[in-house]
């Protein structure tokens, strides 16, 4: 079955500076690669995905790159801000498919 | 609106209680989940209906028994649990977008078993 990976598991940057977080997937039928934020006390929020007839998209401060041949994707935050700190995962579905195999999720601490 | 609601927001029960988590979406989405999350970790699909029916049951213990009355409502029932089930319950909706089912989630309930 598919299995997701998720580098760094904790992040500290200075306000300001940016953040990557990095996933590899394993089953190569995997389309949809969606990225949530974690906030303490709150469910997983969607923040923005990615299919893999895309390289790369983007959402102000965030944006997120595949690369198919690899298997891996890359969520990149700039700016960061103090509201930026939560969990960060990364998901991975096929096509049909209700199942969304979560990484093990990046705690993103940005320091004011 | 991209809104589910889960109550009870938190919740104690003893062992040999029975108890109900509630969820509820308006968004028209025809797919509903149930997972649990604990400390630190992702969260475990524990439950798919879609359009009403029972599609996945991920070998979940008897003692959580999900119910779908209608496509806006999902219920989990609880009894008899153990202090091991203690977590952080989601529920989730999805819709089909390009072949790929896109989850919205709730705020949880977290539910502590004494």
């Known amino acids: 079955g598919e299995n997701v990976e998720q580098h760094p598991s904790t992040l500290s940057v200075q306000e300001g500076d940016s953040a990557v977080i990095k996933c590899t997937y394993s089953?190569?039928?995997?389309?949809?690669f969606p990225w949530y934020k974690q906030e303490l006390g709150k469910g997983p929020q969607l923040i923005i995905d990615i299919r893999s007839n895309v390289g790369e998209k983007k959402d102000q401060r965030i944006a997120v790159t595949l690369n198919k041949t690899a298997k891996h994707f890359s969520l990149h935050i700039t700016e960061t801000q103090p509201e930026d700190s939560a969990v960060y995962f990364c998901a991975a579905s096929s096509r049909s498919s209700y199942k969304l195999i979560f990484g093990s999720g990046t705690r993103l601490l940005v320091r004011p | 609106d991209t809104e589910v609601t889960q109550t009870p927001k938190h919740l104690v029960m003893g062992m040999t209680n029975k108890k109900s988590l509630k969820c509820e979406q308006h968004?028209?989405?025809?797919?509903m989940y149930w997972y649990k999350q604990k400390a630190k970790k992702p969260p475990e699909l524990m439950f798919v209906y879609s359009y009403e029916k029972l599609s996945i049951n991920e070998s979940v213990p008897s003692r959580f028994s999900p119910e779908c009355p209608n496509s806006s409502l999902l219920n989990l029932h609880l009894h008899a649990l153990q202090p091991e089930d203690s977590a952080l319950y989601l529920c989730?909706?999805?819709?089909?977008?390009?072949?790929?089912?896109?989850?919205?989630f709730g705020s949880g309930t977290q539910l502590s078993v004494l």
């Open positions: 089953d190569s039928a995997s389309n949809y």
């Open positions: 989730a909706s999805s819709q089909r977008d390009r072949g790929n089912e896109k989850l919205f």
């Open positions: 968004m028209g989405h025809r797919a």
